[in-house]
């Protein structure tokens, strides 16, 4: 491989992780200018590997597809307006709530149907009518207070995406909107607008999770389809999660992996520019850089360093058994008693360990490291044993 095609592979693992890690690659960032320059490669690539639909434009770049079963259960964060708060890592991020993302497919909605800037009054009017337009209708009451700052949250998300652009007013009225307040006016990117959502209506009329992801229509009813369909959903499995963990596959999807793996590990790779792991619990997509990480782990925080040292529990726990909540927060009392001078935080405080504890859980869940069980502990996943405290032997120590 001569050293311009080492560069060209390494400006499309670029532009390709940039693509992946954000709803919209910006014209100002300079990894627009790599997916410009790779459109083509880039394009085979995301329709061949993930059946990612890639689409540039003059204000933007997006490559957008179905997301993955792990990528539901992640929250839409909000970017702080402050630079302090846009420099906390972007899971500290505040999450849009559930009537927020309800609120942003009816600002979809009245979007399309307007033009190229809306006042805040006009656009919350337009909301109002769209909610009314769905089957069965989605009532929508602004003079409530919360439904106001889940709007504003929205309009916050929206945003940062770049769809809206916040031209003049004030920041107050989007959640205000009352008579007499300074009036905010945004600018529409119609472009932006056009590849976010294809069609809002249907996605808000949709009555089922799965009516909303169906992506049927896309492939032929053939077992060539069938497979293709198979080979797409799990190659963005290994590459938008934690890990691809071969127990959270059905019978179809395991033994075609299985049958697959190789190919399907090299086409991530070579796609990515990172290595992957395979442990006999499945495959992980290894980012040293961190540069396609949403949740850092572990860090600095006393918060994930919590986390990070209640993994010796989980991994310590019998294979499918469940980590009961009193267990977990023993363990957390313990690390406190050893670090919380450190951390800050009092032993013997109940309520601070508590607090830790299910802070320190909603981590690990959050990194695929656990998953709540309906029993209040938590069932640990295979990963977490990658960051058990490691063992060390000194030479000639039987194992």
Not at 78 to 106: E, F, H, K, T, Y
Not at 255 to 280: H, K, L, N, P, S
Request: aromatic letters at 4%; one cysteine or more; a negative charge.
């Amino acid at each position: 491989m001569t050293q311009r095609e080492q560069e060209d592979r390494h400006e499309r693992g670029s532009a390709l992780r940039a693509l992946l890690s954000a709803p919209f690659v910006d014209a100002a960032d300079p990894a627009y200018a790599l997916v410009r320059r790779h459109e083509r490669q880039l394009a085979s690539t995301l329709q061949s590997t993930y059946g990612y639909q890639l689409e540039v434009g003059s204000t933007a770049a997006r490559a957008s597809g179905p997301p993955t079963p792990e990528g539901l259960r992640r929250p839409l964060r909000i970017r702080p307006a402050s630079a302090s708060g846009r420099q906390r890592p972007p899971d500290d991020w505040p999450a849009l709530s559930d009537r927020g993302c309800v609120l942003v497919l009816l600002t979809l909605v009245a979007l399309e149907r307007g033009g190229a800037q809306t006042a805040i009054a006009d656009l919350a009017r337009g909301v109002e009518l769209a909610g009314a337009d769905v089957d069965p209708p989605v009532t929508v009451e602004f003079r409530e207070r919360a439904e106001r700052t889940a709007f504003a949250d929205g309009l916050d998300l929206l945003c940062t995406w770049g769809v809206l652009e916040h031209t003049s007013g004030s920041h107050g009225s989007y959640a205000r909107r009352e008579q007499g307040e300074d009036e905010a006016l945004f600018t529409v990117d119609r472009r932006r607008l056009a590849l976010l959502l294809r069609d809002p209506a249907s996605a808000l009329a949709a009555t089922t999770l799965d009516e909303l992801l169906d992506e049927s229509s896309r492939y032929p009813p053939t077992p060539e389809g069938e497979n293709r369909a198979r080979a797409e959903r799990l190659a963005r499995r290994l590459t938008e999660d934690p890990a691809l963990v071969l127990a959270d596959l059905d019978d179809d999807e395991r033994a075609y992996f299985i049958g697959q793996r190789a190919r399907i590990e090299a086409a991530v790779a070579e796609a990515t520019g990172y290595g992957v792991e395979r442990r006999a619990e499945g495959s992980a997509l290894i980012a040293d850089d961190r540069a396609f990480t949403d949740v850092p782990f572990p860090t600095n925080a006393t918060v994930k360093q919590a986390a990070l040292l209640l993994c010796d529990t989980l991994a310590a726990a019998e294979a499918g058994a469940v980590v009961g909540a009193e267990a977990l927060r023993d363990a957390m009392s313990d690390l406190v008693v050893a670090h919380g001078r450190h951390w800050g935080r009092d032993a013997d405080d109940p309520a601070q360990v508590s607090a830790l504890a299910a802070a320190a859980i909603d981590v690990l869940v959050a990194c695929d490291l656990a998953r709540p069980a309906s029993s209040g502990g938590v069932l640990p996943r295979p990963l977490a044993a990658r960051f058990r405290t490691p063992t060390v032997r000194t030479a000639g120590a039987q194992p």
